[in-house]
Each structure stands twice: as structure tokens, then as C-alpha cells.
């Protein structure tokens, strides 16, 4: 019992040898029996296959290295002992071979979360705002919203980022409806940028104000593709010459797209990598990949589950109308982000302006200026009576 137990002791130092001394040089002392003579005591190794100058494993020498070392006078029996020494151990040049590591296969399950994190990292997901004005969530939820004021589109608060987009809605001329006209935005530390569409009579050149830090800024030469601020670039598309589409992209690696359409308003597109996700809140919706919880207010609850069987009246004051903006921090919600000159906040802020939530062809044939802001802003046909779009 006790030689067998020696043994399996032996074959176990030998199949796992020590590797806490992997750091050490190439050539070293070591204190270690020449474990070929005591494996063929033991019957592990046939005198055969031992050659004059055996080859065996060091322990103490970096793993994976094949070692030599002189050669020892095999025990005669069974009862003679091998008394340890020092040995001088040298590496060779032929590296040891192992097999590689077998992998068990992954589920089909692993494989698709993998993909669906690979691509929504490589692919930043968007938010749009279009029309009269038409919104779309990061989780592709659709719905309209006729507010008049200053609202908070998007809201991040989170560890890794502090992003702050702001818009402003105005009333369409004759018309009983709002659209987009000025956008304000502030990435953690960047500076806050800020867009206005200008008056009607003032877009013979350019289409847009631009403000950093309440400074106007303008893309002067027709050359002139970017503008550099702190934290965020500005960047104007190769063929625009008159500030009608303007990219700015963050420090962050957040994007926003401001477009001004044929009829006079705004269009925009958010862009937020992966980092962002779940940590989203405002009119552009919660980023949880679930439309369901899009319309979530300020303080996190519910307010309506979103849907098409939502009316625009219960979307407005259950949902929109809490992320109204102040002049001032409130609890829930920052500052506008707006430079308010040389007009006030109170001149955009209308809170009794009450939109009409139920569109007939009666009502689109008196407004027509309501009409063109959404054919123009590329909503679908389906959306209106054919006989609106067709030509007089």
C-alpha cells in the first residue's frame, strides 16, 4: 500500500510539475532528485527508455521548456534510496508541443446576445423629431406632440455621461399646431450649442443662427466644412453652402443632426452609442430596447403604456407636459439651456395654448400651412387623405 501510494505521489509531481517558479531565469540551481532514476525504481519508466543524458521536466524553469540533465547511476533495487543534489539545468531549443485547449461548442442562445451586443456597439441608435411634430423614440415608438414652450427631449444623468438636449416649439403660422424651431445642447463639460431657425426673411443666405457659449458662429467660406469647440465638433456636409444641415458630434461619442426642411422647421436626428443605453428620460423616450416604458416621467413612473391605442390629448397632458422646461432648476428637471435674448422665456412659454388633437380634411383645408409642414418633413401618405396630397 505504502509503494503504491509513493507511487501515484511521484507520477502526480511529475504530470503537474510546480509552476509558481515561472519567473525565474532560463538557467538556475535547483534542489530537485533527478526524477528519472526514482520513476524507474517505482516501475513508471523502463531503463530502456532512458537515454545517457535523460530528458525531463524542471520545475522551477519556466513551464512548457524541455530540459536536460546529466544523467544519473539507476538504483539497483528497491530499497536504495536516491539522496537529493543539486542539479544544473540548461533549456533546449525545441519547445514543448501540447494540444490546445478543447472548447465546448456555445449555445445558439450565447451566440445571438453576442450579436446583438456587437451590433448595437458598432451601430448607435437613433431618435427623430419631424413634421408638426412628429416624434420617434430610441425604441421606435411613434407619436405626435402639439406643445407650445420649451421642453426637455432628452435627459442623461448617469455616471459616465451628463447630456442635456433641449427644443423649442413654436406655433405654425395660421395654424393650430407647433413645430421645431430652435434646438440647445450641452454634453458633460462641452459648450452649449445652440440652434435657431432663422425668420423667414432672414434665410436668403443662410438657414440657421448658430451660438456657442452665446456666441454666434457661422460657416463664413464656402470651403469651410467643420467648426471646433470645447467638446464637440461642428460639421457641415460637402454641398451645403447655406447652414441648412449641421452635424455636431460630442466628446461623448453622442450625435445630433439638425436639418431645416422645405417648409420651415427643423428636423432631428439624435444618435447615441451603447453607453447610453437604459439611462435615457424625455420626450425622445427611455432607451431599454422595450417601447413599452417610453413615456416614463421625470420622477421614473409610468405614465402611460405606450401603444397605438393612445389619444394625443392623454399623450400631451399625461405624459409631455412634464417635461415642460423653467427659467430656473427644479427638482426633476435642468434649466433651459436657452439664451434668452433678446427675447424672454415667457414669450415661448404658453402654457394655455391648447392644440387641436383631431385632424379631418375640413380642418387640413383651412390650415394648409399645417398641410405642408408634414408633407414636406416626408410623413406617410397613409397618414393623411390622399386627396390632400394630390396637386390642386
Known amino acids: 500500500m505504502a509503494h503504491s501510494t509513493a507511487s501515484a505521489r511521484l507520477a502526480h509531481r511529475l504530470a503537474a510539475p510546480d509552476r509558481r517558479a515561472a519567473t525565474m531565469t532560463t538557467e538556475n540551481w535547483c534542489s530537485r532528485q533527478t526524477q528519472c532514476t526514482a520513476a524507474v525504481r517505482h516501475g513508471l519508466l523502463s531503463m530502456g527508455s532512458i537515454p545517457s543524458r535523460c530528458r525531463q521536466w524542471c520545475p522551477h524553469c519556466p513551464t512548457g521548456t524541455t530540459m536536460s540533465c546529466p544523467s544519473s547511476t539507476a538504483a539497483s533495487g528497491p530499497s536504495e534510496r536516491t539522496t537529493a543534489r543539486p542539479v544544473r539545468c540548461t533549456t533546449t531549443t525545441e519547445p514543448h508541443r501540447t494540444a490546445p485547449p478543447t472548447r465546448r461548442p456555445e449555445s445558439v442562445s450565447n451566440i445571438a446576445a453576442k450579436l446583438d451586443k456587437a451590433f448595437l456597439t458598432a451601430f448607435p441608435l437613433v431618435a427623430s423629431i419631424y413634421g ?8 421606435r415608438f411613434n407619436y405626435t406632440f402639439n406643445g407650445k414652450g420649451e421642453f426637455s427631449l432628452v435627459h442623461v444623468d448617469s455616471e459616465m455621461h451628463k447630456l442635456d438636449i433641449h427644443g423649442r416649439f413654436e406655433q405654425i403660422p395660421h395654424g393650430e399646431g407647433t413645430h421645431l424651431t430652435a434646438i440647445a445642447i450641452r454634453d458633460n463639460q462641452s459648450s452649449i450649442i445652440e440652434f435657431r431657425l432663422r425668420p423667414e426673411a432672414a434665410r436668403w443666405q443662410y438657414q440657421l443662427y448658430l451660438f456657442g ?16 469647440m470645447r467638446g464637440v465638433m461642428l460639421y457641415q456636409p460637402a454641398g451645403i453652402r447655406n447652414m441648412s ?32 443605453f437604459n439611462s435615457t428620460s424625455g420626450l425622445m423616450g427611455t432607451w431599454t430596447g422595450h417601447p413599452e416604458d417610453d413615456l416614463t416621467l421625470p420622477d421614473g413612473r409610468l405614465a402611460l403604456t405606450a401603444g397605438d391605442h ?17 427659467e430656473t432648476k427644479t427638482k426633476l428637471l435642468m434649466q433651459s439651456l436657452f439664451w434668452h435674448d433678446p427675447v424672454s422665456y415667457s414669450y415661448y412659454d404658453d402654457r394655455s395654448f391648447e392644440p387641436r388633437y383631431t385632424v379631418d380634411q375640413e380642418n387640413m383645408n383651412e390650415h394648409k400651412d399645417a398641410l405642408r409642414v408634414c408633407s414636406d418633413s416626408l410623413v406617410s401618405e397613409k397618414s393623411l387623405p390622399r386627396s390632400l396630397l394630390e396637386p390642386q
Open 213 to 228: 457659449d452665446k456666441e454666434m458662429y457661422y460657416f463664413w467660406q464656402p470651403d469651410m466644412r467643420s467648426i471646433n
Open 310 to 326: 393612445l389619444l394625443m390629448k392623454d399623450i400631451h397632458d399625461q405624459f409631455a407636459s412634464y417635461y415642460r422646461l423653467a
Open 245 to 276: 444641415h449641421i452635424i455636431a458630434m460630442f466628446d461623448s461619442g453622442a450625435g445630433v443632426e439638425v436639418m431645416v426642411s422645405p417648409a420651415g422647421s427643423l428636423m432631428l436626428n439624435v444618435y447615441l452609442p451603447r453607453t447610453f
Open 132 to 139: 408638426d411634430p412628429h416624434i420617434v423614440s430610441f425604441d
